[in-house]
């Protein structure tokens, strides 16, 4: 028997005649949504809502792989006109695998073990050309165990390497079986490192590793348990009711209606999937306010991104769309949610004049001229020769609008964009642009500066900087992680090639085996225009297949610490997510099994921010998959503090933007009678996932801060200095004024009872 992928490309060939006609008949005989009730949606909103549910009626399903219900149906349809048994078994085989893709993990395991029956393959009859059939059934098994347990019956502990307390399977069935198809396939593939790595997992979650685990295969707990040597992070998600069930979207924290509360606004992919609005009461409870805020039917969004873009003092946010698909399903329009400062928002992509159809998951706001204004990056993805998606810059007019002007500055770069980041590399002022890209070079633009368009000029320097790599690289951002006054670049890679192997580099790290993939870089800039990749000195050259990320102080020691959350769209990407800890600038730690971190559902936007005003930062990540069935529970990492001392900004620009976004500031503290310093640029921080733009500093033991140095972002690179300032506070400082100490009232969470699935729309 032929190994079973080899005639998917035929199967989709006698497919593309045949079935588009009953495609489309499908999605136009489809029952319609039902209606939520309207509550203050403007008419632009209306009209974007209309606009997206258009683009998702005309979608054909086989070009679209997360629209996994209809695409079974098709396949299950195509089955009765096979006409080889070749066809009709790689046809079977995609039927089942669609159906274990829509969440119908128990009918693709019936199907599977029909396919074996059908196809005259017994349990033993395990080879090359059989072994996907296998791995198919064991992964549907561990993918039902999770279903049952970790998604209907769902606890702050599910899903976090180590699975250990209330998550651990009460229904273990599905890890059970799982188990059992393991061991056939690992005793006839010893070094099927995928196997192994899923293996160890599903022991785990029936509570059984280390000791039942079978000594040739067990991986090291060294790497997988707790020593105790760094504090845990609960995920409160569950008790609070932020736990949204949902699919691979963004995250944005931030105080949308400036209570002095930081609020969470959260997206998934799937364009019949709600966008939440949930605000933060200030007495350690939360409520959904996405009807009252006017964006019921809102949908959509792999990624967001925030900023006060008009300068009316209250925070607008921007939703990605489109991503990783071509053509229709890929063209579908962003949307830029304008905060009206009554606690709604309403569409101004039409009026603002960014309105485009195009497929993106990344953008940037920075002032690149410093006129007071935020400009836009976007960073589209193209599919050449077909489909040709030309990045976008709009340079804001200083009225509510912007003009388009990428081809003129050079920045309408064709690519597959995944990361887009501006920081300022030579300490001058104005913001560079660096862009991350799927199978091809990233590539670094210099701003040398000018007021208008014919003045502005950017000059591409990724060769003399050597910040290329990774080949095959997704979110990236700036950060100063030595705290030596010059702007590091971080990328991390996410190897296509591997998507089938995530889980066997896992196992390959953990045994100290050498891995082929794209790796993350982070490159040190040296102060002269160059950059080293010192990714190995510092203990993070690894392969992570990295997606939303962040970084900031999660020890408030004063050092930029990160956090990854991984995965790809593959079942048997259960990786954990990870979180580094920044060692003084010179190395970094993983700290992800001790802190709780290690989630092995895939990992999406993420954001940091201090949610409940104790001076330390939490944590909101949006968690779940591509596919229709591969959805999960978002979690929230609570701070549990580490006894050191903080100070929290808040900036408003006058003739800098009003965000502040771009703003250099240089803190200088003693500790144990040696002076240092500490550098924070503002902004939502990483290119997947959306922070807080208050500044939230640690500084370690001292009790007092020396000196506080902040360069605004404005033509004249206004610098303000402050001296002897009390830390523990939050100040507020209006540009051109004095810090004004402000109430930033601690609260203890209000833990309840858990609300599961707070969704109220699906794909």
């Known amino acids: 028997m032929n190994k079973i992928y ?31 009730k309207e509550v203050v949606i403007s008419a632009d909103t209306k009209k974007m809502i209309n606009r997206i549910s258009e683009i998702y009626d005309q979608i054909n399903p086989i070009n679209y792989p997360s629209m996994n219900t209809r695409r079974a149906e098709i396949f299950r349809k195509a089955l009765d006109t096979a006409r080889s048994k070749e066809v009709g078994v790689n046809l079977y085989f995609l039927y089942c695998d669609e159906l274990l893709s829509s969440g119908k993990s128990k009918e693709a395991i019936n199907e599977l073990q029909n396919l074996l029956k059908q196809s005259g393959i017994a349990e033993d009859d395990l080879n090359a050309g059989t072994k996907p059939i296998f791995e198919k059934l064991a992964i549907a098994y561990l993918r039902t165990g999770e279903q049952d347990n970790c998604i209907s019956n769902h606890s702050g502990e599910s899903c976090i390497v180590p699975i250990q307390g209330k998550g651990v399977h009460q229904y273990k069935n599905g890890s059970t079986k799982a188990i059992e198809i393991y061991k056939k396939i690992l005793a006839k593939f010893p070094t099927d490192y995928n196997s192994i790595w899923l293996m160890n997992v599903a022991y785990m979650t029936l509570g059984e590793y280390p000791k039942s685990v079978p000594a040739k295969f067990l991986l090291p707990t060294n790497k997988l348990l707790p020593d105790g040597k760094f504090p845990k992070f609960k995920n409160i998600s569950v008790e609070l009711g932020i736990d949204i069930n949902g699919h691979a979207g963004g995250t944005c924290i931030e105080d949308f209606n400036n209570d002095g509360y930081l609020d969470i606004m959260n997206s998934s992919w799937g364009l019949k999937e709600q966008i939440h609005l949930l605000i933060n009461n200030g007495d350690g409870s939360f409520t959904d306010k996405t009807e009252e805020a006017g964006l019921t039917g809102m949908t959509g969004g792999l990624n967001m991104i925030h900023a006060d873009y008009n300068n009316d003092g209250f925070v607008d946010v921007l939703v990605l769309r489109g991503a990783w698909n071509s053509g229709i399903g890929g063209r579908v329009p962003n949307s830029l949610l304008k905060n009206n400062g009554d606690g709604t928002f309403s569409e101004a992509a039409y009026e603002a004049g960014i309105y485009s159809e195009h497929p993106t998951q990344n953008a940037c706001w920075a002032d690149v001229n410093l006129d007071g204004w935020l400009d836009l990056f976007i960073g589209n993805e193209s599919a050449p020769p077909e489909f040709i998606e030309p990045c976008e810059f709009y340079l804001n007019n200083g009225n509510g609008t912007f003009t388009n ?19 300022d590399i030579n300490n001058d002022g104005f913001p560079d642009l660096y862009v991350s890209m799927l199978k091809e ?59 089938n192997n995530v889980a066997e580099d896992e196992a390959r790290a953990i045994l100290g085996l050498p891995i082929v993939a794209d790796k993350i870089c982070l490159y040190h800039n040296n102060g002269n225009g160059t950059f080293t990749n010192v990714s190995k000195q510092v203990g993070i050259d690894r392969a ?39 060692n003084a600038g010179k190395n970094f730690t993983d700290v992800t099994v001790d802190g709780g971190f290690g989630i092995i559902q895939k990992g999406h936007g993420v954001a940091f921010g201090d949610m409940d005003n104790d001076g330390d930062q939490d944590l909101y990540e949006d968690i779940g998959g591509a596919n229709e069935g591969d959805n999960f529970h978002n979690a929230f990492f609570d701070n549990p503090g580490f006894n050191n001392n903080w100070i929290v900004l808040q900036l408003n620009g006058k003739t800098a933007n009003r965000s502040a976004i771009g703003a250099r500031i240089k803190i200088i503290i003693t500790e144990n009678g040696i002076q240092r310093n500490i550098y924070k640029t503002v902004g939502t921080g990483g290119s997947f996932g959306s922070s807080s733009l208050q500044v939230e500093i640690g500084i370690g033991i001292a009790t007092v801060i020396d000196k506080i140095e902040i360069t605004w972002p404005d033509k004249q690179l206004t610098v303000q200095l402050f001296t002897t300032v009390a830390a523990g506070k939050k100040y507020v400082l209006e ?27 699906k794909m």
């Open 6 to 36: 080899s005639a998917t490309k035929l199967c989709l060939k006698l497919l593309s005649l045949t079935l588009f006609f009953a495609c489309n008949t499908n999605s136009s005989n489809e029952k319609k949504d039902s209606v939520v």
């Open 441 to 499: 070079n990233n590539k670094l633009f210099l701003n040398n500066g000018g007021a208008t368009v014919a003045d502005l000029k950017f000059t591409d320097v990724t060769t003399t900087a050597a910040v290329q790599k990774p080949f095959n690289s997704f979110p990236c951002w700036f950060f100063d992680y030595d705290n030596d006054g010059w702007q590091d670049l971080f990328a991390s890679g996410y190897d296509l090639m591997r998507f």
């Open 544 to 582: 992570m297949y990295t997606m939303g990320c962040n970084f900031d102080d999660i020890n408030n020691d004063g050092w930029a610490d990160f956090y990854l959350g991984t995965g790809t769209p593959q079942y048997t990407s259960i990786t954990p997510n990870r979180m580094y800890l920044n």
């Open 405 to 423: 002007v990428a081809k003129q500055l050079g920045l309408d770069m064709v690519g597959f964009v995944k990361g887009s980041t501006w920081g």
């Open 735 to 761: 540009q051109g004024g004095q810090l004004q100490a402000v109430t930033y009232n601690k609260f203890a969470w209000k833990l309840k009872t858990p609300v599961h699935d707070m969704s109220t729309m």
